[in-house]
């Protein structure tokens, strides 16, 4: 069956490796085969790629480690597929075998060994039109530390490049003699031994020939590549390899010619005498084709002396050459029926060593099989026992019942009465039983929902420590309860047994009069002890119903007090009235109007003392009371230090209420608007950064992504520490995740309607959706205005020209400073990926991005979490971070009236001190009042763990 395989060995390029296999089916198609196995030797990676770099794999996690072995496990898959498929398509039956090993050729030596191999197609790379030899290193290394039995082709560009011939269990083998003839007896003595020594290796003579002009040639065909070494100084045996083409074409044969020395001067040939030497049948190679040999070995005479041509004759000289010529002959008859016999001894030595592998691994499987049956023999010899004692009983039983036969005849109409009353209970008994298990299983899975719901309350531990407490013993008391429910179960199923045998052993106790007193009164007692188990049962399930319902209630108890100690942790945040609205603004006067855009107008008053930012959502983009609460409730939970934050909302009019930041947005620092100072590189660094910061959070909200949607300068705002805050964020762009699909795509379709085109996402115009991907392209385009300082139409191709020009240096915005080189030409690459027209070649935030653009701004702040530029060491704090009175690292910082941020305890001093006026600008302040800012305290704590 191993014969019709043929192995191919293919790597992981199939486009390289397919005329490989091309070449095996087309090999396997002509000599007869049935199935091509494709092996595959597949080598784990050493280095591990990781976020834009590759990583030793000894270095990586066991975790991340597994999972990328099973992600190139499922690669290799996918390549023996694909070959399968070709197999499949070019018709003929195909499988596939792989093995994990660092070396490829140590790894097909392996598998020829494992599976047996017989026929072994392989590449190398050393092909020419006239080199036939193989120049490889994994091919040589196959050829010289194969199994011998494996016959190996090696194919390049589609051609046969060399074969090593497998060494068979039988095989033809060739001889060449080369003894030089003579007439004296003492060349008749060594020719004798030399045909002694012939039998040292297994031969099959074919042919043998005398020829004329002094020498003799013998011709000896071959069936397979065995070797034999010369015999001894006159004679020399050898197999040369023979290569044997199917379907047409013919064998090669080899002759080697025998010569006679110079001292017999033969000038003729007669050929009219022949001496029939032998009769040999070929020994036929396992695996190889049936060869055709002739059946006798003739010599024609042609020994002429000199003698015979002057007419002198030595009839006595001729007869003693004769009398040698047929004992050479008879010697060289059982030198070859000793070869024959010693092919034969080799072949079975073989076949009982590969006979003997076989027993061994049989014997070990049977020797576990044997284990396996021995533990499975002592499990039955138990429930044996178990069986002869309950047969003993019920043996002993019957006897009772034989001996009141006789007595019990009279009774057989009331025994049968009482028989069918007791069926009627046991039906009852039985569906009661399965009302029981339904009602069970409905409280398995009630159960397992409120362990679940504990199992989710565990995270308030540090919270809820007496909470914990008592949760633990409702664990604990719960573990009781289902010992006690698995020892009702074991009960519930004996007497399920024990019912399910007496309602067999029903028929068999009718016919034997078997309705005895005595049984009837056990069957009812059993009854009776089923109804109180059952009774027992409802007891329990009732105790733990009430015990799911206070662990539901102390889980629900758990849940509301985290979310009362989660909201006392958020912001303060506030609902407002409309006519606390309409004061601040003054009835909305437009000139407090700081902002206008696609969703509201933005005004700019003081609520409740505090200077604040009211947009008030136009009157088209109104909703329901309910819509905008939800949408309120959403935006409140997203707080981020780059983000503005939400103080409160006005139902009544539908207007969001923001913290104040007086530097206005990018886009007029960007234009120095106003003749505000431009901003330095640096600070457009941080600020690119924060960005980024922002859109990765917004990006990886769960169960929601918030969408933006329209980034642009204008949308980005500056605080009084120029510290970039994101706004007009998630407006109705809350897209949900596809939690059962590992390939999220998030889209959200809109309209062009005041829309920025230039920043707006180029595949929108065809598909009319957003996605996660057009922040990103918005994100390249305000990344290159902050390198340039110019307008966004355009931009990209500028850029482009530039880098391809090296004139990067004269786009750069001068107003910015000195711009690194390397680091300019850095984030310009980057923001020109950023801003591909496809959205598949935009670069991820996360993955791509941030670990860029993070270190820059470590290298200029000196801290991950820093947000501006400090010229300090990296274990100093920034200057934001110090509060502008004590020049101490805050740890409450609250914003002022004059939009400064101070320490609350200092700030307070200053006030208890009678002073009324900011002590940075040194103006009157309008009001007192302090305002916590929880971005810059969560920036301070997340510094202070890090130093």
Known sequence: MEDNIVHVALGKNVKEYKPILAWAVWALKNSGGKTICVIHVHQPAKMIPMMGAKFPASSMKERELRAYRELERQNMQKILDEYLLICRQMGVQAESRHIEMESIEEGIVELVCQLGIRKLVMGTAAYSKRTMDIKSKKAKYVRLQ????????????????HTREGILDGADVEVRPNQNCKTEPSNYERSQSAGQNIGAAPTSLAQVSFCSERNASIDYSVGS??????????????TPRSRSVTEGSSDEWFEFSRRYPPSLDYSKCSSSRSVDIARISPVRSEGSESSTFPQSVEIPYCLSPPSLLDGSVDETLYAQLEKAMAEAEHARRGAFQEAERRAKVEKNAIEAKRRAQVLESLCAEE?????????????????????????????ENLRVALDKKSSLESQIAESDEMVEELELSIASVVQLLQTCKKERDEFLVERDNAIEAKRRAQVLESLCAEESKQRKEIEEALAKEKEEHEKVKIQLNKVTEDLQVALDKKSFLESQIA????????????????VELLHTCEKERDEFLVERDNAIKEAEELRRKKVESSSTRMPQFSKFSYLEIDKATQNFDPFLKIGEGRHGNTYKGILREIQVAIKVLHQRNLQDPSGFQSEVDTLNKLRHPNLVTLIGYCQEVQALIYEYLPNGSLEDRLSCKDNTPPLSWQIRICIATELCSALIFLHSCKPFSVLHGDLTPAKVLLDANFVSKLCNFGRCRLLLHDLSSNNITLRWKTELKDTSFAYLDPQFHSTGELTLESDVYSFGITLLQLLTGR?????????????????????????AGDWPFEQAKQLAHLALSCSEMYRENRLDLAMDVWPVLEPMREDLCGDSSSLLLSTKEHSEPPSYFLCPISQDVMQDPHVAADGFTYEEKVLREWFDGGHDTSPMTNLKLEHCNLVPNYALRSAIQEWQQKF
């Not at 065995?226 to 050898?238: C, R, V």
């Open 146 to 161: 194969a199994s011998k039995s494996c016959r190996i082709q090696f194919i390049c560009k589609g051609r046969l490049v």
């Open 367 to 395: 020797s576990k099989q044997r284990t396996e049956i021995e533990e499975a023999l002592a499990k039955e010899k138990e429930e044996h026992e178990k069986v002869k004692i309950q047969l003993n009983k019920v043996m």
């Open 515 to 530: 309705g005895s007193d005595e049984m009837v009164e056990g069957l009812e007692l059993s009854i009776a002890s089923v």
């Open 225 to 238: 590549g065995t070797d034999i070494s010369s015999l001894d100084g006159t004679e020399e045996f050898s």
């Open 791 to 815: 307008p966004p139409w355009g931009i990209t191709n500028d850029v482009k020209h530039a880098l391809d020009a090296g004139k990067l240096e004269d786009l750069l915005d001068p107003l």
